[in-house]
């Protein structure tokens, strides 16, 4: 099916609109270059690990399934419950909002169809959000991120 045609999120549309496993490992590399490298992903980035092969292996990991391809991150690592996962972390807006920085400018270096960078980054604010929200001690309001 043209890419123009696919309608993302069903089956394993956005999963093969992203490379597959190679193209999401690019694109969460890209990420985290800018976490090292933009001022305002600072506070962010101090809240991962010096080394942060994990924190690559784990995003990309978890891409792959949330995108609706093989559940990588559950093979490794088990289940997993974003907001749950992050509710000890001290994130607020700036952070929620540095973190989709990074994500926008790590999708701009992507070879992926533009109106699939806008879905993108539409669906990742929602469980930016509900991570946010929980790490506020709010209640998530019904964002669902569970996949």
């Known amino acids: 099916m043209p890419e123009e045609e696919r309608k993302y999120g ?7 609109a992203a490379g597959g496993e190679e193209g999401i490992r690019s694109w969460v590399e890209d ?6 490298t933009l001022p305002e992903a600072r506070r962010i980035r101090a809240m991962h690990p010096d ?13 792959c399934g949330w995108l ?3 559940k990588r991150y559950q093979e490794k690592y088990g289940p997993i ?24 400018r790590a999708l701009a270096e992507q070879p992926f169809a533009e109106d699939f960078k806008v879905y993108l ?8 959000e509900r ?3 929980v790490c506020a001690g709010e209640p998530p309001r ?3 991120v569970e996949r």
């Open 10 to 16: 069903v089956e394993d549309a956005s999963f093969l």
């Open 31 to 36: 990420f985290y270059r800018f976490m090292d």
């Open 51 to 63: 080394d942060i092969e994990i924190s690559i292996d784990k995003l990309a990991r978890f891409l």
């Open 68 to 70: 609706g391809g093989p």
């Open 81 to 104: 419950a974003l907001p749950r996962a992050h509710r000890h972390l001290p994130i607020d807006a700036q952070d929620r909002d540095a973190w989709l920085a990074c994500m926008e």
């Open 121 to 128: 980054m539409e669906q990742l604010a929602i469980p930016a």
């Open 131 to 133: 991570v946010r929200r």
């Open 142 to 144: 019904g964002l669902s």
